[in-house]
């Protein structure tokens, strides 16, 4: 057996977004986000932001402020957010859940089991076997593939291919696009 030694006492100091309380032996978040060190500061940030890619480094990510993703979304790496959430790459099977608005640079696949629900607006160069669920806008700058789509706006796909292929598409108000169905 090893005999631990006597700890340290540390004084608490915080930084952005945190408040000491008047005995000082413990430091409060303002605002719901996640905590951070800089600087020996503890600070709470709004936001979460990822470089680069969600997977088994980051684990499935849970914040009650916004997300920013640098990478990708791999498969089986889910996100919630209690704000928007945005993705500079693609998004593989997985979900992704917002508060507010989900923008994904690239595009999503799916494989059929994929999952974009947002109160407000989604958006993604395009969308192949993947559930979409908006309480706004769907827009695709592409196409949308083989999904099922339900917008509480508009859903529109724009662009040079402008494509809807396959699935199921609902919107509360209009359904845009080039070319809709196959022969």
Same mark, same amino acid.
């Given at each position: 057996?090893?005999?631990?030694?006597?700890?340290?006492? !540390?004084?608490?100091?915080?930084? $952005?977004?945190?408040?000491?309380?008047?005995?000082?032996?413990?430091?409060?978040?303002? !605002?719901? +986000?996640?905590?951070?060190?800089? +600087?020996?500061?503890?600070?709470?940030?709004?936001?979460?932001?990822?470089?680069?890619?969600? +997977?088994?480094?980051?684990?499935? %990510?849970?914040?009650?402020?916004?997300?920013?993703?640098?990478?990708?979304?791999?498969?089986?790496? @889910? &996100?919630?957010?209690?704000?928007?959430? @945005?993705?500079?790459?693609? !998004?593989?099977?997985?979900?992704?859940?917002?508060?507010? @608005?989900?923008? &994904?640079?690239?595009?999503?696949?799916?494989?059929? $089991?994929?999952?974009?629900? /947002?109160?407000?607006? %989604? /958006?993604?160069?395009?969308?192949?076997?993947?559930?979409?669920?908006?309480?706004?806008?769907?827009?695709?700058?592409?196409?949308?593939?083989?999904?099922?789509?339900?917008?509480?706006?508009?859903?529109? !796909?724009?662009?040079?291919?402008?494509?809807?292929?396959?699935?199921?598409?609902?919107?509360?108000?209009?359904?845009?696009?080039?070319?809709?169905?196959?022969?």
């Amino acid at each position: 057996l090893l005999q631990a030694r006597d700890g340290k006492e !540390v004084e608490l100091k915080g930084g $952005e977004n945190t408040e000491l309380t008047e005995d000082g032996s413990m430091l409060k978040a303002k !605002v719901n +986000g996640h905590a951070v060190m800089e +600087g020996g500061l503890i600070s709470v940030k709004p936001g979460y932001g990822v470089s680069g890619d969600v +997977g088994p480094k980051t684990g499935h %990510i849970t914040n009650m402020g916004s997300g920013i993703v640098t990478g990708k979304v791999l498969d089986g790496y @889910d &996100i919630k957010a209690g704000g928007n959430i @945005d993705v500079k790459g693609t !998004v593989g099977n997985c979900v992704l859940e917002a508060t507010g @608005d989900i923008s &994904i640079k690239l595009g999503v696949t799916g494989r059929n $089991e994929g999952r974009l629900i /947002a109160q407000g607006n %989604i /958006a993604a160069k395009y969308f192949e076997q993947v559930h979409v669920q908006a309480g706004g806008d769907v827009e695709s700058t592409e196409e949308l593939m083989n999904c099922t789509v339900q917008a509480g706006g508009n859903v529109r !796909v724009f662009g040079k291919k402008a494509i809807i292929r396959g699935g199921l598409v609902r919107a509360l108000q209009d359904v845009k696009a080039r070319s809709i169905g196959s022969p």
